[in-house]
Structures are given as C-alpha cells and as structure tokens.
C-alpha cells in the first residue's frame, strides 16, 4: 500500500512581516518518491521546505507527517527532525562548528548515539560526499560546493527516512553535480524519499518521478515531468522555460517536422530518428553541423550542442548498420 508521507491540507503561510508566501497548498508525497518543486525565485520553495520539519508552523491549514499533523512542541519536533533532514539553500545557515568532522557529527550526537556509531556514520557520509580527508577543515574556509557536500553530509548522517535538499546542485560543478545526483539516487534505491527544489530544468527532468509547479505561494501544476513540460501555459505562468531537448522538438515542430515532445538528449535523438527516417536524418545532421551550427549553439550552448552532436554521431552508426533492415521501421513510423 502507497504510505503518505508528507500532507498538506489547505495550507497558508504568512510572515510576521505580513509577505503573505503560501496560499491553500495542498499537496501529497509518498514514501520513496523524488519529487521536485520548481518556481522561480520567490515563488515560495525555501517557505514551503520549512513547513516540512516544523521550522514554520502554517498561520492555516495543516501539514501531517508521516500520517500524524505536526505538532509543535519539543519532543515531537525532535522526532519529525529526525525523520525529514533538510539541507538548506544556503550551507552558511546550516555549518556552525570550528571543524567538519565537528558539524556532520551534531546531529547524531544529538541523537544520543554511541561514540563509535557516531564516528561511524560521519566517516560513510563524509566518504559518500567525496569529502574524506578534509576532516579538520573549518567549514567556513571551504568554496561553495565543499560547503554544501559537507551540509548534506551533516543530514545523511542522521540517516533521516526523507531528505529534503533546497536547491542541491546550485553551486557545484558538473563533476559535484553528478556526484550529488548520484547519492540522491541510491539514497531512493533505498526507498528514502526525496524532495529536491531547483531552478535546474535539465536536472529535474531526470531526476524526479512527480514535480509541483509553485508561483506566487500557490501549486500552479502537478504531474511527471513529461506533464509539466508539455504545458507550455503552466511553464509560461511560472516563468520556467522547458528542457534544451524539448526546445529543440519544439524547434523542429515548428518547422514542419512533426515530432512527440522529449524531455532527455536521448530520448529526443531517437524520436528525431524516427521521425525523419534514415536519409532525412543525415541531411539533418548535416545541417546540425554546418548551416545550424551557429543557431543551435546559441539555443543549445556548447555543452548541450555537442552532447547532441554525439549523440547523434552515435545513433548515424546505428542508421548505417540497420540499413539492410526495415529501416528500424523507420518507414512505419515516419507519418506519425
Ligand atoms: N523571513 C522572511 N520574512 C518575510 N518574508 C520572507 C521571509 N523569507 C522569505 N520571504 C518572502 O516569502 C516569499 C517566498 O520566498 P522563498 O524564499 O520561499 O522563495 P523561493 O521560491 O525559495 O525563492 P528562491 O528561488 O529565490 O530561493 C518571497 O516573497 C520572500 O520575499
Ligand atoms: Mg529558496
């Protein structure tokens, strides 16, 4: 059975300053789940992420976690913080202590764990951050991405059942990037659920399984990525724009090249394959090369653009070698 893990029913937020920041969210995630909350700045991401381990109580409506409306005493507030670890925006907002090794280690210790598990579990997730080694540093001289590999490094090692990171990737090079999303992913193959922020359009594409669109304080759209993408009017309304690869069928749509929207580089190749046939397909990539180059640059930038070339390089191989068959039945599908 499908376990809901966090609630929301009708729930508002209003500041002290009177910023009124949410209005009637209501939204459900469940246990296992990646869930991505787009909106563009001050949309209310950060706001609602607080709800979510009791650090803003709603001024109406009500959140459950884990079944249970959240209840703002100190005792239960422990126990929602131990089972939503939310790694803020900002890593300045959440290392404090002298050392590294000192600010992973507070929250387990907090926890009233033994020495030797608390060692054990800020060494794994020192070690799964690609921070080992730099234990004695003090957080507060490390760059940007160091900071917040050892910010996510803190809430991993207290092992929460849903990790809530705001804006996970800003910050980190492609390399941190990848590495970030890769401990993401096996942190859900071990069924911890997980609710991301991002303005990062490419990496919520395939990252998330649900996404809610938030503008102004209010959840404007919810559905898989392949939804939320193919509403223009949404995204529009949101002020986010689609992934390259969904700009770039756009693009071809446009053009009198009917193809089904796809949201990955790869997908997108093949869905162009198909669509054009194996001779379109070349003169295409023949285009993509020489006349569209400067173009598609310019849409694409030049690291999309030659992830795209490659790919397509790649599947022309693919065209060459199927060749003697039916066209990858090309041919069936060219009309569609
Ligand atoms: N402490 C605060 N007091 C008053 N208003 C606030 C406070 N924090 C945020 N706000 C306001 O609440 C609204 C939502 O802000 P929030 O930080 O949740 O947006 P966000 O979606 O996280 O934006 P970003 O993408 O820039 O991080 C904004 O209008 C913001 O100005
Ligand atoms: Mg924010």
Redesign the pocket.
């Known amino acids: 059975m499908v376990r809901t893990i966090i609630q929301t029913e009708n729930m508002s937020f209003t500041?002290?300053?009177g910023?009124s920041?949410l209005h009637n969210i209501n939204i459900e995630i469940n246990e296992g789940e990646r869930v991505a909350i787009v909106?563009?700045?001050?949309?209310?991401?950060?706001?609602?992420f607080a709800h979510f381990n009791g650090i803003n109580k709603p001024t109406s409506g009500l959140i459950k976690i884990d079944g249970e409306p959240a209840v703002y005493e100190k005792k239960e507030l422990l126990q929602i913080r131990q089972k939503v670890g939310i790694v803020f925006?900002n890593p300045d907002d959440q290392l404090f202590a002298p050392t590294v090794v000192e600010d992973v280690a507070f929250g387990p210790m907090n926890l009233g764990l033994s020495d030797d598990e608390v060692d054990e579990r800020v060494e794994e997730a020192l070690k799964l951050v690609g921070m080992s080694g730099l234990e004695k540093r003090a957080p507060h001289h490390l760059s940007g991405g160091q900071k917040k590999r050892v910010a996510i490094a803190g809430i991993l090692a207290m092992r929460p059942e849903i990790m809530v990171l705001?804006?996970p990737t800003t910050g980190l090079d492609p390399k941190g990037v990848d590495q970030v999303m890769e401990i993401l992913y096996m942190l859900n193959s071990e069924d911890m659920s997980i609710i991301i922020?991002s303005?990062d359009v490419e990496m919520v594409t395939q990252f998330a399984d649900k996404i809610f669109v938030?503008h102004d304080?209010e959840i404007i759209g919810q559905g898989t990525p392949e939804e939320i993408f193919n509403d223009p009017e949404t995204l529009k309304k949101a002020h986010l724009r689609p992934p390259k690869s969904a700009e770039l069928l756009h693009l071809l749509n446009n053009n009198g090249f009917p193809c089904d929207i796809k949201l990955t580089v790869e997908e997108a190749s093949h869905e162009i394959l198909h669509t054009l046939g194996a001779e379109s397909y070349h003169r295409l990539l023949h285009l993509v090369k020489n006349k569209l180059q400067h173009d598609l640059l310019h849409v694409l930038g030049d690291e999309k653009y030659h992830e795209m070339l490659h790919v397509l390089e790649r599947n022309q191989k693919y065209v060459h070698q199927s060749r003697a068959q039916p066209l990858l039945n090309i041919e069936n599908t060219s009309n569609k």
């Open positions: 500041y002290p300053d910023t920041a909106g563009s700045n001050g949309a209310g991401k950060s706001t609602l925006q705001d804006e922020a303005h938030l304080g």
